[in-house]
């Protein structure tokens, strides 16, 4: 499962953990990063920076992401 269907199903309910990898802050930021002006044409519909904000302290978080990653920055 990708990094936007966990992080939402972590913020809309309570499991013991998530853990992501090479996950993206939003898909309309990695499309802006890429494509400069395609990303206003982009539909939000994974916005995890804000999601990830919603997953309650009881769940545990485990972000992992590479330095060498070039399709998603590490940043």
């Known amino acids: 499962m990708g990094s936007g269907p966990s992080i939402h199903i972590g913020s809309t309910r309570s499991p013991a953990a998530v853990i992501t990898m090479s996950a993206y802050t939003s898909i309309k930021n990695v499309v802006s990063e890429k494509m400069k002006i395609l990303g206003s044409l982009v539909a939000e519909?994974?916005?995890?920076?804000?999601?990830v904000k919603s997953i309650t302290p009881q769940t545990g978080v485990l972000l992992i992401h590479g330095k060498n990653d070039y399709l998603i920055s590490w940043k």
């Open 45 to 51: 519909h994974f916005n995890n920076i804000e999601k």
